[in-house]
């Protein structure tokens, strides 16, 4: 299963991006879906969490500023982030679970860049 995100980019403190991840619409309302970051020399960590009920977690780093949403329809996950901050510069991945399994990661993207900086 192929994820394609996007959306990524470089932004200023306090702006806002919108990241998609596009799977294959007739599988994807079937998934549990995740967005991940990761910093070179630090450890992946968890963003945001959807699962097929539209359920959503958050790492506490990000909570009331990001927000998971998904599009069955359309086969695509979101991830909007508002109020920016230079510590959420990162590759941002989105990840699939099959079966709403989300304490596993089927399949990954290849990752978006987001840099915040002045």
């Known amino acids: 299963v192929q994820l394609v995100e996007s959306g990524g980019g470089l932004v200023q403190p306090g702006g806002s991006l919108r990241l998609s991840c596009a799977a294959p619409?007739?599988?994807?309302?079937?998934?549990?879906m995740k967005w991940f970051r990761q910093v070179p020399g630090k450890e992946r960590e968890g963003v945001a969490t959807?699962?097929?009920?539209?359920?959503?977690t958050y790492a506490e780093s990000v909570k009331g500023r990001f927000t998971v949403s998904r599009d069955n329809a359309k086969g695509i996950l979101y991830l909007q982030m508002n109020a920016l901050k230079p510590e959420d510069t990162a590759m941002y991945y989105c990840?699939?679970?099959?079966?709403?399994?989300?304490?596993?990661?089927?399949?990954w993207g290849q990752g978006t860049q987001v840099t915040v900086s002045a």
């Open positions: 990840a699939a679970a099959r079966n709403n399994y989300c304490s596993r990661s089927d399949y």
């Open positions: 619409v007739v599988t994807f309302a079937g998934y549990c």
């Open positions: 959807i699962d097929v009920y539209e359920d959503t």
